[in-house]
């Protein structure tokens, strides 16, 4: 959720460690929302949280505690939505994986005990007792320590009119220990040990989806740690240490080398390289002096720097990242619509389909025979000479343990989250699962120039002399009067002069005549700066002999200005905003992506054009003013189709990014872009557009993959198990990989990115 609640409403998070896949998160939902005066509703399953927005006067957090454990799932706590401390995740996470654990070996040793007891006395001698002692190991397993928790969540399930992955391990397990008692008065097959290995094999799988959703988050989890826990700030001209948590826009921070810059600053003294990696992806430390931002939790290399506070808390670069990856894993894929219908409706027609194959063995058992009989040359496990209620208990049994909702549930989340992480990794941040599905489609990537294509800053490009003046002549006439100007034209030659090693020397009468020119006496001689039209105003000869060289800079798009001395032309000086490093080479991968590239541009067109020549544009749309950029989108939208994605990085692109449909924001722009934007670029680099867009269609074909795999197998499993053919143990074990499957695959994921990259 993102905005504020408003004050006649109540925010409140709700901490689920059961809510490990879309089926789960979708029965809370469901459940919650029956609630009277509930406003708002998200669930993130890679943090097991339930954000809830409620009117004043509606269900406190007892009451929601109440609604989602009455669904059968455990609520480990409920926080205020503004209190919430994301670092309890990690606290909370383990304590789960050790309570798994241990269920797992309460579940294992009688288990283990059981199978060794049940070889010898099936092939080889039966055990005296056999019965009684299977009865006693199992009793815990089923009902104890290992499978209270599944029960009691089931039976609250049931109350609540939900139906969860529990109700069908608890029917798997529940029926076949309670038939094998019969065998303590009626000679017949035990089910006992099949109702034992059913609980351990489910508990095996909880803690191994537990364990591997774990290590799927690993990268998010390393992001909540790498912030500084303690600062040093002055006090009083002192130095002292203080909780990170205590730090306030304004205090001034020491950073030593070898300390992490404690939260987002400017700096203000000293100089230093950090490696900002953990931001940008990028290990080579980048160069910060005095004026420099700095990002918190980034490392200092050596120098000691003193650094003023800028943002804290909630408002620091780590942190709105952390919230973008939250917003991206709680986000819904168009996609996964299909899943959530099947998931809504599985259980109970899992529930029928058993039932139904219980009473059609036991009705039409002659008929289906000659399936097992079939199946009996290459299954071993199949015993076509069983009595009949055998047959309809394993089959009814098998269908119950085999589907696995769980499958189809994690196929988005899980691939959401390893995307995700993957792109924080490397400085790509997708706010939502919309965006990774739209961004496969884009065929139109639009481009704004200043800032994005170009460093947004004018540099010293041309110092283009007149016969009988030298380069290092004219550039000292030109630095030493414009250094009397603010003008960023001015401040641009005055700084590629100090970096040839000019420097400005001493002028006086300086004077302006507005954008037209400059002019100073240098020395005994008068020098005059300007366009082509003011020197001709002044009389200066030999203009002739520049005009070639003047239109030729101005047709690269330079600004040009004429320096002259006593009236005499000594040469042009040009400047220009200077392409980034990268932007060629990135607008050359979106060609090879396929996409049409269009730059949009507030220049003239002779300027854009000269811009768009140098780096390959496709298409160029000058002369549109900010508030025209909205409908140059929209007419693109229009030509073709809602596939165009936008890159911007000022304020003035922000309504822009929000009409294109997919807005990507160079971090280093405007804060009020990246929040309107889909997906942020860290680096501020254009070349990260096609990394995201290979990230979101390698992250999409996961999602694809996985919803393919999961409907593939319940489709395949449950007709199978449902004719006989497959043993419940079995099933289980298939169930529990089948989930694995889709996490393992979904892991995949870095693998793919990078071999895609190349």
Known sequence: MDTKASPWQKEFELIVPGMGSDHCAGIISKTIRRLDGIEELSTNIAKHRVSVRVQADGPDAEALKAAVEGAGYDVAAVTGGEDADREDDTAIDEAYLKLALRRLWIAALPTTLIMVLMVPHMFWQPVPGYLAIVALLAFPVVFLFGGAATHKASWRSLKNGTFNMDVLISMGSLPPY????????????????????????????????????????????????????????????????????ELAPGDIMVVRPGDKVPTDGEVVDGESHLDESIATGESVPVYKSAGDTVIGATMNKEGRLRVKATRVGGDTFLAQVVKLIDEAQGSRVPIQEFADRMTGRFVPLVLIIALGSLVAWLLAADTLRPILEWGAGFLPWVDPTAATPVLAILAAIAVLVIACPCALGLATPTALMVGSGVGAERGILIRSGEAIQTFKDVKVMVLDKTGTITRGEPKLTDVVAAEGVSETELLELATTVENASEHPIARAIVDGARERGIKPGNVVDFRSTGARGVSGTVGEKIVLIGNRLLLEEHGVNGLEALDKSLSDLEEQGRTAVIVARDGQACGIVAVADTLKDESVAAIRAMHEQGLHVVMIT???????????????????????????????????????????????????????????????????????????????????????????????????????????????YNAAAIPIAAMGLLHPMIGVVAMTASSLSVIGNSMLLRRRYDRERR
Not at 209 to 231: D, H, M, Q, V, Y
Not at 625 to 635: C, H, M, N, S, Y
Not at 688 to 697: E, I, Q
Request: net charge neutral; hydrophobic share 45%.
């Open 178 to 245: 309670v038939i094998g008692l019969v065998g303590f008065v009626y000679p017949m097959t035990s089910f006992i040990e099949m109702a034992a290995t059913i609980m351990t094999f489910h508990l095996v799988g909880r803690y191994l989806e537990a364990k591997a959703k774990g290590k799927a988050s690993e990268a998010i989890r390393r992001l909540l740690t790498l912030g500084a826990k303690t600062a040093r700030v002055e006090r009083d001209g002192e130095e002292v240490e203080i909780p990170v948590k």
């Open 602 to 712: 507030g220049d003239n067109e002779r300027a854009a054009k000269a811009v768009a020549r140098e780096v390959g544009i496709d298409e160029v749309r000058a002369g549109v003013l900010p508030e025209g950029k909205v409908d140059a989108i929209r007419e693109l939208q229009k030509k073709y189709g809602n596939h165009v994605a936008m890159v911007g990085d000022g304020i003035n692109d922000a309504p822009a990014l929000k009409q294109a449909n997919v807005g990507i924001a160079i971090g280093a722009g405007a804060d009020v872009a990246i929040e309107a934007a889909d997906v942020t670029l860290v680096r501020g680099e254009l070349s990260g557009v096609v990394d995201a867009m290979v990230l979101s269609r390698a992250t999409f074909r996961k999602i694809v993959e996985n919803l393919l795999w999961a409907s593939g």
